[in-house]
């Protein structure tokens, strides 16, 4: 099993940058897969981001693609998303998952392992 804490989450203005951690414990996350989702208020949880396990592959939803960036420290067994140029659309509990296999993925449903969630609000 692994356990997923988020941390990092805040109020800022817009344009302003923060960055978002998730510390897992249990179990190394070198095998997993990673992947930070976000849930708005009134909408469903969206993909953000996934980091394969060597980091060599990352992917971003187009509406944060440019601004945002997901990196990955195995050593310290630590993921995390820095978030730059927020805009109010970003504000959002954001989500950590990991799942234990070799596919990337960006299905929700796909990932055996969530976090709590970070608050993101960003005012204008």
């Known amino acids: 099993q692994v356990q997923l804490v988020e941390s990092g989450g805040g109020w800022v203005q817009a344009g302003d940058s923060l960055r978002v951690s998730c510390n897992a414990s249990g179990r190394p996350v070198v095998g997993y897969v990673m992947a930070w989702f976000r849930r708005a208020p009134g909408k469903e949880r969206e993909f953000v981001s996934f980091?394969?396990?060597?980091?060599?592959?990352?992917t971003y939803a187009d509406s944060v693609k440019g601004r945002f960036t997901i990196s990955r420290d195995n050593a310290k067994n630590t993921v995390y998303l820095q978030m730059n140029s927020l805009k109010p659309e970003d504000t959002a509990v954001y989500y950590c998952a990991a799942k234990g296999d070799w596919f990337p993925s960006q299905v929700f449903d796909d990932y055996a392992y969530w976090g709590q969630g970070t608050q993101v609000i960003v005012s204008s």
């Open positions: 980091i394969s396990q060597n980091s060599r592959t990352t």
